[in-house]
């Protein structure tokens, strides 16, 4: 069982930054991929961004490609959203996604193909 813990959401203003956490805990964890997945009120859940833990691959969404960075400490089965340029539509739950097995590059935008789930945490982003 794997149990990801997110942290670091808040409110903050247009153009500010916030920096997300997300630790993968649990024993005897293999972690293949994490990701960034948020969700809006009434919209659906859109993928942010991933990486691969074991190799450090990045993939990102168009609308947050040159603001955000994600990174990652394998070591440790942790991962970072560096959230910059923050706008208002970037408001929503942003919730941290774990896969334990191979997936390939365009299934890691998919939130179906993971395993484990965190609780999210909310970021507002005022006008």
């Known amino acids: 069982q794997v149990q990801p813990v997110e942290s670091g959401g808040g409110l903050v203003q247009a153009g500010g930054s916030l920096r997300l956490s997300c630790v993968a805990s649990?024993?005897?964890?293999?972690?293949?991929?994490m990701a960034w997945f948020r969700q809006a009120p009434g919209k659906e859940r859109e993928f942010v961004a991933s990486?691969?833990?074991?190799?450090?691959?990045?993939d990102y969404a168009n609308s947050v490609k040159d603001r955000f960075t994600i990174s990652r400490e394998h070591g440790k089965n942790t991962v970072y959203l560096q959230m910059d340029t923050l706008k208002p539509e970037d408001t929503a739950v942003y919730s941290c996604?774990?896969?334990?097995?191979?997936?390939?590059?365009?299934?890691?935008?998919?939130?179906?193909?993971?395993?484990?789930w965190g609780q999210g945490t909310q970021v507002t982003v005022s006008s």
């Open positions: 996604a774990v896969r334990t097995r191979y997936s390939t590059i365009s299934s890691r935008r998919r939130p179906d193909e993971y395993d484990f």
């Open positions: 649990g024993r005897n964890i293999n972690v293949f991929n």
């Open positions: 990486v691969l833990l074991t190799y450090g691959n990045t």
